[in-house]
């Protein structure tokens, strides 16, 4: 891969054209997913310093399907179908599947791209810095950063990250990282180290000042992204793992689902 070729700095000096048409490039990107038919596997990586629990550091691997409005997505905990009229979830770990019905509005939220509106683009135009540079070999990355102070002086950093393919407009990599840097005092360093939380990294001390910093990044791998009814009629549906009696109007699990507590909402 070559060396970096072009930095754009968003800041006073960035007009607001420039910071229009890069929201609209990321939008672009983003529209595969409101393709008709569509299918893609994912790595997510999960990471954090300090690592607090086992679910900070993680990688799952996924799977999704699109056909039409109907969907399908795996990552072997979870399972997520909605097909017909009808919202299925089901949890691998704990053995159980949620029905429900899946109203106009669940369907019309997939198929909104992602900063489609106005009012989203004008959110990123405001309170984002956006950087994008072109790495060389038909990628380019985008990057969104935002800082704000919450309450209590809690200063929280963002960083959407989005890698792509500049000449097919397809997503490489989505990275999201987020920092949080707290003030704090001894009473609270005491509680925490009571609780065996003893990482180091944790504290920053700052002149007299003593802060809690948290960091904590989020990566999606994209591969295999395929646009053809033919893939995605590889779709799984709720049938394949599902017993309906409408007599009853009951469903049971079947194959590797039998066994799962049934809970219906409707």
Not at 105 to 129: C, H, M, W
Request: glycine share 8%; charged share 25%; aromatic share 10%.
């Amino acid at each position: 891969m070559t060396g970096l070729v072009l930095l754009v700095h968003t800041g006073l000096c960035q007009s607001a054209k420039d910071t229009t048409a890069m929201v609209k490039e990321f939008n672009k990107v983003m529209s595969f997913a409101v393709q008709p038919f569509l299918y893609y596997t994912t790595s997510t990586k999960m990471d954090a310093v300090p690592v607090l629990e086992s679910r900070d550091t993680m990688t799952v691997s996924g799977v999704f399907y699109k056909m039409g409005t109907n969907l399908y997505y795996n990552n072997g905990v979870e399972e997520t179908l909605l097909e017909d009229s009808l919202l299925v979830q089901i949890n691998n770990d704990r053995k159980t599947i949620w029905i429900s019905r899946a109203d106009m509005d669940t369907r019309e939220k997939i198929n909104v791209s992602p900063l489609g509106n106005k009012k989203t683009q004008e959110l990123f135009r405001k309170n984002y810095a956006i950087t994008k540079t072109i790495m060389g070999d038909g990628l380019a990355r985008m990057n969104f950063e935002m800082k704000h102070m919450g309450e209590g002086n809690v200063g929280v950093t963002t960083i959407i990250g989005l890698e792509y393919d500049t000449r097919s407009y397809l997503p490489f990599r989505m990275e999201m990282d987020l920092q949080m840097r707290e003030p704090a005092n001894d009473e609270i360093i005491t509680a925490l180290r009571s609780e065996g939380i003893t990482d180091t990294r944790l504290v920053e001390i700052t002149g007299t000042q003593k802060y809690i910093v948290r960091k904590q990044k989020m990566s999606v791998s994209f591969s295999g992204i395929d646009s053809s009814k033919e893939k995605a009629s590889g779709m799984p549906s709720w049938e394949d793992k599902l017993n309906y009696d409408p007599q009853s109007g009951e469903f049971v699990g079947k194959g590797i689902y039998q066994g799962y507590e049934i809970v219906k909402t409707f």
